[in-house]
């Protein structure tokens, strides 16, 4: 089945309840999304971590190309570049996170993976209601974690995208990918598998653990 190209796209399907009909973790999907973008850049060599922080590697050295469809990470790219001083990739994870929650929704809707219809809350408040047009593609993203976090193939042999997604996913305490008990099950399997996505899942739970302090 045909998944979306990018990171972030993948994780806000990644969040959806499909039983519930909505999308979970919103309080902080924001830094998710920008997280999944910073993983995403590192994954296709246009990011490096230099002490702890976000790094530009040159066009002519990336190992992978920013998809021109993809308005979150070439932004990302160009805010990093144009930053005045090297930055933390938590600094980064912060950074318009509310903005990263609409442009992902955006790019999910023009592609015709979800449908976005307004409603009110109490029928005061203005709200969006999120459909998945094809409610398939997140119970493949799903199945595809929890085969990752199950099977026993060596991490290095695991899609780094698919890592990614069990990485985020459980930094962010999504539950709609890894319940609390397999996170503790399997913790020392997550542990590797963030290994192959860099700096940024591991940034994201030290974003999220402040904001929740």
């Not at 990093?80 to 809707?109: K, M």
């Not at 990752?148 to 899609?159: K, L, N, W, Y």
């Not at 913790?187 to 739970?205: D, K, N, V, Y």
């Amino acid at each position: 089945m045909n998944l979306p190209e990018s990171l972030p796209a993948r994780l806000y399907l990644a969040s959806y309840d499909i039983d519930r009909q909505r999308l979970t973790g919103r309080l902080y999907l924001g830094y998710l999304l920008r997280a999944a973008a910073l993983t995403d850049l590192f994954l296709t060599g246009h990011l490096s971590d230099v002490k702890g922080r976000a790094r530009v590697i040159p066009p002519s050295a990336a190992t992978g190309r920013v998809r021109d469809v993809d308005p979150l990470l070439a932004g990302i790219l160009k805010q990093i570049t144009g930053s005045s001083r090297p930055r933390s990739w938590q600094y980064w994870i912060r950074r318009e996170a509310r903005p990263a929650v609409r442009a992902v929704r955006d790019q999910l809707e023009t592609a015709g993976w979800i449908r976005v219809e307004p409603r009110r809350i109490l029928h005061l408040f203005p709200a969006d209601a999120i459909t998945v047009r094809d409610p398939r593609v997140v119970r493949e993203l799903h199945a595809n974690a929890g085969r990752v976090v199950h099977d026993g193939v060596p991490p290095a042999r695991v899609d780094p995208y698919d890592a990614a997604v069990v990485a985020l996913a459980a930094a962010a305490r999504l539950r709609t990918v890894l319940t609390r008990a397999q996170q503790r099950e399997h913790r020392a399997r997550i542990a590797q598998l963030a290994e192959i996505c860099g700096p940024p899942p591991i940034a994201l739970r030290k974003v999220i653990v402040a904001a929740q302090a």
